[in-house]
């Protein structure tokens, strides 16, 4: 199947840095990627939606200047979370579809792990 | 998008077959049903999707009512690498951009 790749798999940073994490679909062109964020032994939680070439789509709650997300090219997506704090450290996982077709499976990333400190 | 109930665990031995009912009273005429598995520290994985009756792969099976208002997947013979978290999404048929909303899932515990 189709491979969602993402890197880092795993971050610590100081509190007050910015970190970038990277989704990559690696076999085929995906204009739109979604984002989550998962914490401890919850579910996931849908952050915004990536568009390549055009500005994301944040969910309520979600803070778009904190939570920067670049779609540059068919095949990478970057989420940065800027000035990060301890409540950041979570679990980031990316997802697409490999087809325009609702029914094409959504593939998700290794996912990210941050901590920050 | 529709609201999706499961429940929260489930434990069973090896070699048994497990099912996990999720409920979707308010499923629409043009939704699909999905569902994944999570292992820990992993992103989630698919394992079948269906829009109506049975599906059945190579993994698992999907059984959908005439109503559509609930299904169930069927892990048949599960083994302790089975261990995981399960999702049950809904999702719209023709959209390519709307991305699957997560619920709780089910945390399915295989015993030896």
């Known amino acids: 199947g189709a491979v969602v790749s993402q890197h880092p798999s795993w971050v610590i940073c100081k509190s007050g840095t910015s970190v970038k994490i990277e989704c990559r679909s690696l076999?085929?062109?995906?204009?739109?990627m979604f984002w989550y964020r998962q914490f401890p032994k919850q579910s996931l939680m849908l952050m915004a939606t990536?568009?390549?070439?055009?500005?994301?789509?944040?969910e309520q709650g979600v803070e778009k200047d904190k939570f920067l997300i670049n779609h540059a090219s068919l095949t990478l997506s970057t989420l940065t979370v800027t000035s990060a704090h301890p409540e950041d450290s979570s679990f980031y996982i990316c997802?697409?579809?490999?087809?325009?077709?609702?029914?094409?499976?959504?593939?998700f990333g290794e996912g990210s792990r941050l901590t920050v400190l | 998008l529709a609201k999706t109930t499961q429940p929260i665990s489930m434990d069973s031995y090896e070699g048994q077959e497990v099912n996990i009912t999720c409920s979707h009273n308010?499923?629409?005429?043009?939704?699909?049903i999905t569902w994944y598995q999570q292992f820990p520290s992993q992103g989630p994985r698919f394992i079948i999707q269906?829009?109506?009756t049975k599906v059945t792969n190579e993994v698992a099976s999907l059984f959908i009512p005439a109503d559509r208002k609930s299904s169930t997947l069927s892990l048949p013979r599960v083994s302790l690498s089975d261990t995981a978290v399960y999702y049950c999404?809904?999702?719209?048929?023709?959209?390519?951009?709307?991305?699957?909303?997560f619920g709780k899932g089910t945390r399915l515990s295989v015993i030896a």
């Open positions: 997802s697409a579809r490999d087809s325009p077709e609702a029914t094409g499976e959504l593939f």
């Open positions: 076999d085929f062109q995906a204009t739109t």
């Open positions: 990536s568009n390549e070439g055009s500005k994301a789509t944040y």
């Open positions: 308010n499923i629409a005429t043009n939704d699909y």
């Open positions: 269906g829009y109506k």
């Open positions: 999404l809904v999702g719209v048929l023709n959209s390519g951009n709307t991305p699957l909303v």
